[in-house]
């Protein structure tokens, strides 16, 4: 499975971002993708995930209320929607597969750079 993460960019607080995230591959073996972050000098934390078959999702305390996630099964697409950026959701985003059998998050994509100016 391949992943492909876009739209990350520069946004002034209290902007809007959306980030995507493309599958390609043996999508079938994931029941789920979800996104992480990594700001720097701090390990890598969840932020959302959504379930592909029911479209549940979950989100991290801290974005709750902010950000959105969704999918388009089609096209094996997931989209986070940041609403309302802080400074502190400044990171690099990682979007992550994960595995129906394990429930493991075991495919990554090459993350992009969000940075949200005060």
């Known amino acids: 499975v391949q992943l492909q993460a876009s739209g990350g960019g520069l946004v002034q607080a209290g902007g809007s971002l959306r980030l995507s995230c493309a599958a390609s591959g043996r999508t079938f073996s994931m029941d789920g993708m979800g996104w992480f972050r990594q700001a720097p000098g701090k390990d890598r934390e969840f932020v959302a995930v959504?379930?592909?078959?029911?479209?549940?999702?979950y989100y991290a305390d801290s974005v709750k209320g902010r950000f959105t996630i969704s999918r388009d099964n089609a096209k094996n697409t997931v989209y986070l929607q940041m609403n309302s950026l802080k400074p502190e959701d400044t990171a690099v985003y990682y979007c992550?597969?994960?595995?129906?059998?394990?429930?493991?998050?075991?495919?990554w994509g090459q993350g992009t750079l969000v940075t949200v100016s005060s």
């Open positions: 992550a597969g994960r595995i129906a059998s394990t429930r493991n998050y075991d495919y």
């Open positions: 959504v379930g592909w078959s029911g479209g549940i999702t």
